[in-house]
């Protein structure tokens, strides 16, 4: 572990790597159910903070077929760091946590060797700054998107299951949070978590949003509520 130069784009650490099937948006909370002996170790080495500021790396699984991940190819390796807030141990030794995405990363190497879990060197990635004079141009689209959120939002959900970001919501983070409350395919969140420009990212969800509204009223068809979705998110076996 160690910092490459001194500019925080190319900042370098070691995060725990969590692969899951699922991609993680800064600002969105992911709760999860921790069974394997790994992952509940990681858990406890959070909690006392052996690891550091309760982070962990969360990945997302580029297929189904891998079963165990082991190299660079078997992730995405633009990810997310998840930031602790709640554990809870059952009596059985399992967790039930929730996070908190908190920063993206890019990974650069695995290391399955020196813990019970993953271990992964990654660089953070932060957005590109906003072109001077674009704050008219974020506040169109930010309009747009929300529209969009709004439309999806109330073909799929109760009026009590989402609601709007704050207005003081920054451009950066608005995509993000937006996107939080729409069953967005993954390689459709993948997408929006690589993408740096923040007004690029605002059009992206935009015209995600307005596709998938489309298919929910062309097909009269409702997700299942956000609280209720059947399965709980699995990470990836590793052994």
């Given at each position: 572990m160690g910092v490459a130069d001194t500019t925080p784009e190319s900042e370098r650490t070691t995060l725990?790597?969590?692969?899951?099937?699922?991609?993680?948006?800064?600002?969105?909370?992911?709760?999860?159910?921790?069974?394997?002996?790994?992952?509940?170790?990681?858990?406890?080495?959070?909690?006392?903070?052996?690891?550091?500021?309760?982070?962990?790396?969360?990945?997302?699984?580029?297929?189904?077929?891998?079963?165990?991940?082991?190299?660079l190819e078997h992730v995405h390796e633009i990810g997310c760091?998840?930031?602790l807030r709640e554990a809870e141990r059952l009596p059985d030794g399992r967790f039930d946590i929730i996070s908190t995405g908190h920063r993206r990363f890019r990974l650069l190497s695995i290391d399955s060797r020196s813990a019970p879990y993953l271990?992964?060197?990654?660089?953070?990635?932060?957005?590109?700054?906003?072109?001077?004079?674009?704050?008219?141009?974020?506040?169109?689209?930010?309009?747009?998107?929300?529209?969009?959120?709004?439309?999806?939002?109330?073909?799929?959900?109760e009026h009590d299951d989402w609601q709007l970001p704050p207005e003081d919501t920054d451009t950066a983070r608005l995509a993000y949070l937006l996107a939080t409350d729409c069953l967005l395919p993954l390689p459709d969140r993948q997408a929006l978590l690589e993408e740096r420009q923040p007004l690029r990212r605002l059009s992206?969800?935009?015209?995600?949003?307005?596709?998938?509204?489309?298919?929910?009223?062309?097909?009269?068809?409702?997700p299942p509520p956000p609280g209720e979705l059947a399965e709980p998110v699995k990470p990836a076996h590793l052994n």
């Open positions: 725990p790597l969590f692969p899951l099937q699922t991609v993680l948006l800064p600002g969105a909370h992911l709760p999860l159910h921790i069974f394997e002996p790994r992952y509940r170790q990681l858990i406890v080495d959070l909690i006392t903070e052996t690891v550091p500021d309760r982070l962990f790396g969360v990945l997302a699984i580029k297929t189904s077929m891998v079963r165990e991940v082991e190299e760091a998840a930031r271990l992964g060197t990654v660089e953070w990635l932060d957005d590109v700054a906003l072109p001077a004079g674009s704050a008219e141009a974020a506040a169109q689209l930010g309009e747009a998107v929300k529209a969009a959120h709004r439309r999806y939002c109330a073909a799929a959900w992206l969800a935009c015209r995600l949003l307005k596709r998938e509204a489309g298919f929910l009223s062309a097909l009269h068809a409702v």
